[in-house]
């Protein structure tokens, strides 16, 4: 590490001197060599090779005019048009005035003229052109970050690639934050907030001046990045540093969080580990209690596909990628069973992911309020089937569709729904209404003022995944509901567990109780289903019967039952 810095610092800078004389290289190479590292290119395409894969290292380009392949202008124009290789200083040798204006023009940083000067001449040259561009690098970014002491961002990075560029070993990425450090500059002043980033500032230098190395910067206010040589015992590390670093601030009862992308060899650049770090040290921001974690990759490729369902969301909506599946249910109470309703059930064809199920983006839909678009969207079609299934076949099959709890909070609700009412000429007893239980205990007072008024008009609504909202039985003699429809846990193990039988049976008398019918859910076998039968279950809704259906094969259901 120390070497790279006085490297950078002056020492053992490199000069390619590119001439397809090879007199005139030596001649420039035993002026030049004992000051400076030399190597040597014989025309512009050899050059080009050494200036890419060095170009970290070069400090100036010596170069001739005249030369087969890739002549000096060539590769002129290409060293001053390429990001990467601009800072490189070239000086070009040549013979006429005229080049010498050309090459200026280009771009060069000074000439040289064929035969030589005298080598101090020469020298004096070469030097002043390494030290113009190097101090023109400076003088766009200072090095240091004055507050800290520590690296800026610019060099930090730069710095890094070139130690990463000439070593082979892995280092680890570490971003460092300050929790709610406004609130620190807000109570107790900037002074005050930047005396603590300096105390972590100098506690960094500790970190990173010890004989294994390593490179800081301080990279936003109150962020700092740490790039240290790999060590397999960075987590009993960090511990220490943490309590050492809450020791030194602890009167500012102010506490830290790091972020950790540790180096596997998967050859990620610099930049790309301490993105990874900074998305681990984000995560942290919610939970003061846990001060360090590590970058996952699982977690952060499972984010990226959330963030791309929500960008991709509104294009879907518009070239209809949800499509609505309908899965029926049974009324069970007679020996034969009949076809009774069916549940509206979304899906996503993804043209890019495929099939996407619901239990991955409706959640994610209720935290972004897209999930209102998304159930309008549903409604609307299971309301146009109805419908059409009316007109059809004569007959009417009520779809239940899922009513989010975000939606209850929407106030046009019910014009929602009294529009799709209108427009299809259905009635409101078509459309059943599944409320999840979990809804009614976050928020009992708002829903159960939206559902009376609901109820009022004649919808019916059914508590879905009953069983798992915890509501008393108190509460329950008081909300407006038509229908229990049980968690489909319950049932899963009604066979084989006496306990979950025995719940089921509770629930079933709750129902009656309440003097509704109850619909059991996710029945897959035929003892699931005699047993129900046996206990006095209404309807029944699962694979044993048909999974969720497109509407096409669906209509097949509905031939079946009208054949008798
Ligand atoms: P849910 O409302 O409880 O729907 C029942 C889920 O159980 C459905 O999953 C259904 O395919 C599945 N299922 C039905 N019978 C069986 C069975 O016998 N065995 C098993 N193992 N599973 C069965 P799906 O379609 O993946 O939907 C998952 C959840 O996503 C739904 O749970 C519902 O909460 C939500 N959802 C689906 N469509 C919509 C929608 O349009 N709007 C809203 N707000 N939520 C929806
Ligand atoms: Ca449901
Ligand atoms: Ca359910």
Same mark, same amino acid.
């Given at each position: !590490?120390?070497?790279?810095?006085?490297?950078?610092?002056?020492?053992?800078?490199?000069?390619?001197?590119?001439?397809? *004389?090879?007199?005139?290289?030596?001649?420039?190479?035993?002026? $030049?060599?004992?000051?400076?590292?030399?190597?040597?290119?014989?025309?512009?395409?050899?050059?080009?090779?050494?200036?890419?894969?060095? =170009?970290? /290292?070069?400090?100036?380009?010596?170069?001739?005019?005249?030369?087969?392949?890739?002549?000096?202008?060539?590769?002129?124009?290409?060293?001053?048009?390429?990001?990467?290789?601009?800072?490189?200083?070239?000086?070009?040798?040549? #013979?006429?005035?005229?080049?010498?204006?050309?090459?200026?023009? $280009?771009?060069?940083?000074?000439?040289?003229?064929?035969?030589?000067?005298?080598?101090?001449?020469?020298?004096?040259?070469?030097?002043?052109?390494?030290?113009?561009? *190097?101090?023109?690098?400076?003088?766009?970014?200072?090095?240091?970050?004055?507050?800290?002491? $520590?690296?800026?961002?610019?060099?930090?990075? @730069?710095?890094?690639?070139?130690?990463?560029?000439?070593?082979?070993?892995?280092?680890?990425?570490?971003?460092?934050?300050?929790?709610?450090?406004?609130?620190?500059?807000?109570?107790?002043?900037?002074?005050?907030?930047?005396?603590?980033?300096?105390?972590?500032? #100098?506690?960094?230098?500790?970190?990173?001046?010890?004989?294994?190395?390593?490179?800081?910067?301080?990279?936003?206010?109150?962020?700092?990045?740490?790039?240290?040589?790999?060590?397999?015992?960075?987590?009993?590390?960090?511990?220490?540093?943490?309590?050492?670093?809450?020791?030194?601030?602890?009167?500012?009862?102010?506490?830290?969080?790091?972020?950790?992308?540790?180096?596997?060899?998967?050859?990620?650049?610099?930049?790309?580990?301490?993105?990874?770090?900074?998305?681990?040290?984000?995560?942290?921001?919610?939970?003061?209690?846990?001060?360090?974690?590590?970058?996952?990759?699982?977690?952060?490729?499972?984010?990226?596909?959330?963030?791309?369902?929500?960008?991709?969301?509104?294009?879907?909506?518009?070239?209809?990628?949800?499509? +609505?599946?309908?899965?029926?249910?049974?009324?069970?109470? =007679?020996?034969?069973?009949?076809?009774?309703?069916?549940?509206?059930?979304?899906?996503? &064809?993804?043209?890019?992911?495929?099939? +996407?199920?619901?239990? *991955?983006?409706?959640?994610?839909?209720?935290?972004?309020?897209?999930?209102?678009?998304?159930?309008?969207?549903?409604?609307?079609?299971?309301?146009?089937?109805?419908?059409?299934?009316?007109?059809?076949?004569?007959?009417?099959?009520?779809?239940?569709?899922?009513?989010?709890?975000?939606?209850? &909070?929407?106030?046009?609700?019910?014009?929602?729904?009294?529009?799709? $009412?209108?427009?299809?000429?259905?009635?409101?007893?078509?459309?059943?209404? *599944?409320?999840?239980?979990?809804?009614?205990?976050?928020?009992?007072?708002?829903?159960? @003022?939206?559902?009376?008024?609901?109820?009022?008009?004649?919808? !019916?609504?059914?508590?879905?995944?009953?069983?798992?909202?915890?509501?008393?039985?108190?509460?329950?003699?008081?909300?407006?509901?038509?229908?229990?429809?049980?968690?489909?846990?319950?049932?899963?193990?009604?066979?084989?567990?006496?306990?979950?039988? /025995?719940?089921?049976?509770?629930?079933?008398?709750?129902?009656? !109780?309440?003097?509704?019918? +109850?619909?059991?859910?996710?029945?897959?076998?035929?003892?699931?289903?005699?047993?129900? =039968?046996? !206990?006095?279950?209404?309807?029944?809704?699962?694979?044993?019967?048909?999974?969720?259906?497109?509407?096409?094969?669906?209509?097949?259901?509905?031939?079946?039952?009208?054949?008798?």
């Amino acid at each position: !590490m120390q070497e790279l810095l006085e490297r950078k610092k002056g020492l053992h800078r490199k000069i390619l001197i590119v001439d397809d *004389e090879f007199i005139e290289r030596e001649m420039l190479g035993e002026m $030049l060599k004992d000051l400076y590292e030399i190597s040597y290119a014989e025309n512009g395409a050899l050059a080009l090779d050494i200036i890419k894969s060095e =170009k970290q /290292r070069l400090s100036l380009i010596i170069l001739d005019l005249h030369m087969p392949e890739l002549d000096g202008y060539g590769l002129l124009k290409y060293i001053r048009s390429d990001n990467n290789l601009r800072r490189i200083p070239v000086i070009v040798l040549t #013979s006429e005035k005229d080049a010498e204006v050309k090459s200026l023009q $280009l771009g060069a940083a000074d000439f040289i003229t064929k035969p030589y000067d005298l080598p101090d001449v020469i020298r004096a040259r070469v030097k002043h052109s390494i030290e113009l561009a *190097e101090n023109s690098i400076i003088i766009h970014e200072t090095e240091r970050d004055e507050l800290t002491g $520590l690296f800026n961002k610019e060099f930090f990075f @730069e710095y890094g690639k070139l130690l990463d560029n000439q070593n082979e070993i892995l280092m680890d990425a570490l971003v460092l934050d300050v929790n709610r450090f406004h609130i620190v500059n807000e109570l107790y002043g900037k002074a005050y907030g930047d005396l603590v980033l300096k105390k972590i500032g #100098s506690f960094i230098h500790n970190i990173v001046n010890t004989k294994e190395g390593g490179l800081a910067c301080r990279s936003e206010s109150n962020c700092f990045c740490i790039y240290l040589p790999h060590s397999d015992d960075l987590k009993i590390k960090l511990q220490s540093y943490i309590s050492q670093v809450n020791e030194v601030i602890i009167d500012h009862k102010i506490s830290i969080r790091i972020g950790i992308y540790l180096d596997d060899g998967n050859s990620l650049n610099m930049e790309e580990k301490f993105d990874r770090a900074k998305l681990a040290c984000q995560k942290l921001r919610s939970t003061y209690s846990t001060a360090f974690d590590f970058y996952d990759e699982k977690l952060h490729s499972k984010e990226l596909r959330l963030e791309r369902l929500v960008n991709d969301f509104n294009k879907a909506i518009k070239e209809k990628q949800f499509k +609505v599946f309908y899965q029926p249910k049974y009324n069970i109470l =007679k020996e034969k069973a009949h076809l009774t309703s069916c549940e509206a059930l979304v899906r996503w &064809f993804h043209p890019e992911f495929g099939l +996407v199920s619901p239990f *991955e983006f409706i959640s994610l839909f209720e935290e972004n309020g897209l999930i209102q678009d998304l159930d309008r969207y549903v409604w609307a079609e299971a309301a146009s089937k109805v419908k059409e299934w009316k007109d059809k076949y004569s007959i009417t099959i009520p779809v239940s569709v899922n009513v989010s709890r975000i939606d209850i &909070f929407n106030p046009n609700l019910e014009n929602i729904l009294d529009e799709l $009412l209108n427009k299809n000429s259905i009635q409101s007893k078509d459309l059943l209404l *599944e409320i999840t239980e979990s809804a009614y205990t976050d928020n009992s007072k708002q829903i159960i @003022e939206t559902i009376n008024a609901l109820r009022n008009k004649g919808f !019916m609504i059914e508590m879905d995944d009953f069983g798992n909202g915890y509501s008393s039985l108190n509460m329950l003699t008081t909300l407006p509901i038509d229908a229990l429809k049980l968690d489909m846990k319950f049932i899963k193990n009604i066979c084989i567990d006496k306990k979950s039988c /025995r719940l089921v049976e509770i629930m079933i008398e709750i129902s009656k !109780m309440l003097e509704v019918p +109850v619909i059991a859910e996710g029945v897959e076998t035929k003892e699931q289903l005699e047993l129900l =039968k046996e !206990m006095g279950c209404d309807i029944v809704q699962g694979y044993y019967f048909s999974k969720p259906i497109p509407d096409y094969e669906f209509e097949e259901l509905i031939k079946k039952e009208i054949r008798g």
